[in-house]
């Protein structure tokens, strides 16, 4: 059975600092990772998928970074800015066609 | 285009009573999701449809959760003699194609069961 980590739970950081946010899973078999986020009361929103024959993908100021070999995605935020500030979830999608959540990333950036 | 919709949006309801939520997923998503999430809890899938095939319902909690899907649209939650572990937001979303696909999500429906 797949299970997805998301370390750390909860970050806070001052604005302008770049930052990482890690994704980690146990099975490779995977056919993609997308990575969400979600505003307080908000339904999620799309940021990056990455199929698993890709390395990365970037948007903006987002890059995610996929090595299903080892089980670890990271999503990375440059210059970070207080509308930054959600809860980020990974999803794995496998052999089932029940994606895998992990528990989420609470981030606040404060100005 | 236009997302997924969801409503309502709010539904606060007494315990005992049915309520029925709706989804209406991307046009041309075969893929059709719902899950609940409790107060500051993960997501909790519940039930999946795929075009004509038989749904997966093995996230429902039980059997007083229902779900239909009429082809490839609306799909609608229906929750019978509410109790109060209920009260959740419960998300739907749509995907294409079915394995690899791009999830997209709904607002959400938040439920209150009184």
């Known amino acids: 059975k797949q299970e997805v980590t998301q370390i750390p739970a909860a970050l806070s950081v001052p604005e302008g600092e770049n930052l990482v946010l890690n994704c980690s899973f146990t099975?490779?078999?995977?056919?993609?990772l997308q990575w969400f986020r979600q505003d307080p009361g908000k339904g999620l929103t799309s940021l990056l998928l990455i199929q698993s024959s890709q390395r990365e993908q970037t948007s903006g100021r987002l890059n995610a970074s996929l090595d299903k070999s080892s089980g670890r995605s990271t999503l990375y935020i440059a210059a970070s800015q207080p509308g930054d500030s959600a809860t980020y979830l990974c999803?794995?999608?496998?052999?089932?066609?029940?994606?895998?959540f992990g528990r989420g990333t609470s981030l606040i950036v404060h100005p | 285009g236009a997302g997924v919709s969801q409503s309502p949006s709010n539904k606060v309801t007494e315990k005992g009573k049915d309520v029925e939520l709706r989804c209406d997923p991307i046009?041309?998503?075969?893929?059709l999701y719902w899950y609940r999430q409790r107060l500051g809890q993960g997501l909790e899938f519940l039930i999946y449809f795929q075009g004509n095939s038989a749904p997966d319902k093995s996230g429902l909690p039980s059997d007083r959760f229902s779900a239909e899907r009429t082809g490839e649209s609306v799909s609608t939650l229906t929750i019978q003699r509410t109790q109060q572990e209920d009260s959740a937001v419960y998300l739907c979303a749509s995907s294409f194609p079915p394995l690899a696909g791009e999830q997209y999500f709904g607002p959400g429906t938040r439920l209150t069961v009184t």
């Open positions: 099975d490779s078999a995977i056919y993609n």
């Open positions: 046009s041309g998503h075969t893929a």
């Open positions: 999803a794995v999608s496998g052999g089932s066609y029940i994606p895998t």
